[in-house]
C-alpha cells in the first residue's frame, strides 16, 4: 500500500511522501530523490490507483533517464554490442533480450540498488552473445560480475519489491 510511510531509498532513487499544508498533491523533484507533498487527512486506501500511477510514472522517467545510459556505459566497459534498448513496465521480468540484440528493461529495476540494476544489466548484455543459460553464458556472466554472478542472482531472487509480481 502506497501511504504516508512508503519509500522507495536506493542508491538509484529515493521517493518518499510527506504531509503538505495545501489541499493537493504536489511532487517535488531534485536529482535523483522525489518527494509527493500530500494533503493533511488524506485517506490513502481512496488514493491507491492513482499513486500506483504516480509513482510508476516517476519510475519511468528515472529508468529512461539511467537504465539506458548505464547500459551504454557497462556494454563499452565489457565489449557489448546491442542493437536498441527499451523501458517496459514489466512486472515478471527485470529484463529479457532479443535475438536481434534488442535489450527491453523494467522500469521496475528502479527500485534496486545499482549494484542488482547492473546485474540485470549485464545479464541482459551477456545474452547478445549466449543467447541461452548454459555454461558458457554463466561462465562470461562470472566474467562481467567479477565471480559474483551466483551471489547477485541470489540477492535478486530475494530483493523486496512492492511492484513486482513472481
Known sequence: M???????????????????????????????????????????????????KVVIEILRKHAKL????RLQTLAELYGFNYSGVRINSARTRWGSCSSKGYINLSLFLMVLP??????????????????????RFWVLMDKVTHHRSGELRNKLRHFPSPFRTQ
Open 2 to 52: 502506497i501511504d504516508e510511510n512508503f519509500k522507495i531509498d536506493t542508491d538509484q532513487l529515493q521517493l518518499s511522501l510527506i504531509e503538505g499544508k495545501g489541499e493537493h498533491f504536489y511532487i517535488r523533484r531534485n536529482a535523483s530523490q522525489v518527494t509527493i507533498i500530500y494533503p493533511p487527512h488524506t485517506d490513502f486506501s481512496q488514493k491507491q490507483a492513482w499513486l500506483t
Open 114 to 135: 545499482s549494484e542488482l540494476s547492473d546485474y540485470v544489466l549485464l545479464h541482459e548484455l551477456c545474452h547478445t552473445k549466449e543467447m541461452n543459460h548454459g555454461p
Open 66 to 69: 539511467i537504465l539506458p545510459e
